[in-house]
């Protein structure tokens, strides 16, 4: 079965970190450029960050940049993102997704979608 699966996810005080993981199975990500949405209560689905399938290229969204970082393993299969000095605003599930395009946040340029991970950021 080809799939993703996102993991890391819980609850952290303002200011804390959290690492995501997003895991392929049954295909190798060394292909796959990979990017990370979020979708809060209410609100529509936003690009988060994305990496291209060398790990050469990255991009953030301004909401996150200097905070958050993306990484890849494809030795593991494996995409992290960091995510550090949080707050409550980045409160969301978290998708990871696999697509052969160059990284944007178009949604229908990626094939593969995790489940999402839950973050949650309060005190």
């Known amino acids: 079965q080809l799939q993703l699966v996102e993991s890391g996810g819980g609850l952290v005080q303002p200011g804390g970190s959290l690492r995501l993981s997003c895991a392929a199975s049954?295909?190798?990500?060394?292909?796959?450029?990979i990017a990370w949405f979020r979708q809060a209560p209410g609100k529509e689905r936003e690009g988060v960050s994305c990496i291209s399938n060398s790990g050469g290229s990255t991009n953030y969204a301004d909401s996150v940049k200097g905070r958050f970082t993306v990484s890849r393993d494809n030795a593991n299969n494996t995409v992290y993102l960091q995510m550090n000095s949080l707050k409550p605003e980045d409160t969301a599930v978290y998708y990871c997704a696999a697509g052969l395009r160059p990284c944007s946040y178009i949604r229908v340029s990626y094939k593969f979608w995790g489940q999402g991970t839950q973050v949650t950021v309060s005190s």
């Open positions: 049954g295909f190798s990500l060394d292909y796959y450029g």
